[in-house]
């Protein structure tokens, strides 16, 4: 027998060693695993524990991040929270827009101001500048009979309105200075642009002749007397009651409505406002009546005075005439 082997302090056996194994044993999978660790480069392995220790850190950043931004935060802060290179200052966003309505605040004013300072010179220009101002000189008048109104006598009515721009100028106004010519009965005034005017007139036509204090006045349908005659000439003597006007109307009326045979025989017509009664040249007289139906009383006495010798006719009643 072989005695035993002497053990080695620490009561353990020394480890036999073992034979290599054959290729693909645990020797060659140890072996292949030293090889890849030291097959690998030394910064790759540098790079994945930096990488490793930098990860912790940037999660507790990202979480400070997330905690920051969820609690409220002012413009700036949350500019700088959020912000970076590539992201839009807040403050800068807010200023910029800020700055825009400013911008399209003054333009608006300054527009304004510059349209009420050209509607401001086109009005001066227009109402109260000498470019349009009125001159009494070019004045066109028209219907004037040259005796009792004349083109310079119109002119000299108006000179008041000398320099009023004619776009201030009253044409009524004017009218109404041109009717003061009593032998004017109406005008019509009408703008001649720039500084003019054309002015058409419309005279008087005498219907009879009054008698007054050294001498004869022509009146119109009216009851105006315009004109101051030496003589009644071929117009009959008229008498009107105190309104004026409604004699002459009431006159006219009779006059218009008898043929011109009839009208050139009436010497003296006279009206009382209510009823109206003539004379002829041979003396007769006639009870005319108001002034309904004067078409037929006209033909009623014009067949009278032909077939009836009389010194009155009365009219009046146009279906019942009398005569005596």
């Given at each position: 027998m072989r005695p035993p082997s002497p053990r080695r302090p620490g009561g353990h056996r020394p480890r036999e060693e073992r034979?290599?194994?054959?290729?693909?044993?645990?020797?060659?999978?140890?072996?292949?695993?030293?090889?890849i660790i030291a097959a690998v480069p030394e910064d790759e392995v540098t790079s994945d524990t930096e990488e490793s220790?930098?990860?912790?850190?940037?999660?507790?950043?990202?979480?400070?991040?997330?905690?920051?931004?969820?609690?409220?935060?002012?413009v700036a802060d949350a500019a700088s929270l959020l912000g970076g290179e590539e992201t839009t200052d807040l403050g800068d966003r807010l200023r910029e827009r800020h700055r825009a309505r400013r911008m399209l605040l003054v333009r608006r004013i300054a527009l304004v101001v510059v349209t009420l300072a050209v509607a401001g010179g086109a009005a001066w220009v227009a109402f109260f500048s000498p470019v349009f101002a009125f001159s009494s000189s070019s004045v066109v008048v028209s219907g004037e009979?040259?005796?009792?109104v004349t083109a310079d006598s119109v002119r000299s009515s108006i000179a008041s309105f000398e320099g009023v721009p004619l776009t201030r100028l009253s044409t009524s106004a004017v009218a109404r200075a041109v009717e003061s010519n009593v032998a004017v009965r109406s005008a019509t005034v009408s703008r001649r642009w720039p500084t003019s005017l054309r002015i058409s007139v419309t005279m008087r036509t005498p219907m009879a002749a009054e008698a007054v204090p050294g001498g004869y006045q022509l009146v119109d349908d009216q009851g105006v007397a315009f004109q101051q005659v030496a003589s009644a000439g071929s117009y009959p003597l008229v008498t009107l009651p105190e309104d004026r006007s409604v004699g002459a109307a009431d006159v006219a009326s009779a006059l218009g409505a008898l043929d011109?045979?009839?009208?050139?025989?009436?010497?003296?017509?006279?009206?009382?406002?209510?009823?109206?009664?003539?004379?002829?040249?041979?003396?007769?007289?006639?009870?005319w009546g108001t002034n309904a139906d004067a078409p037929q009383k006209a033909r009623v006495l014009a067949t009278l005075l032909a077939n009836v010798k009389a010194t009155t006719y009365d009219v009046s009643s146009p279906n019942h005439p009398v005569t005596s």
């Open positions: 034979p290599p194994r054959a290729e693909g044993g645990a020797s060659s999978t140890a072996r292949s695993f030293d090889e220790k930098r990860r912790p850190v940037s999660l507790v950043e990202r979480r400070r991040a997330r905690s920051a931004v969820d609690r409220p935060q002012p009979d040259g005796t009792l011109d045979e009839t009208r050139s025989q009436v010497a003296t017509v006279t009206s009382t406002g209510a009823q109206v009664s003539f004379t002829l040249s041979g003396g007769q007289s006639v009870k």
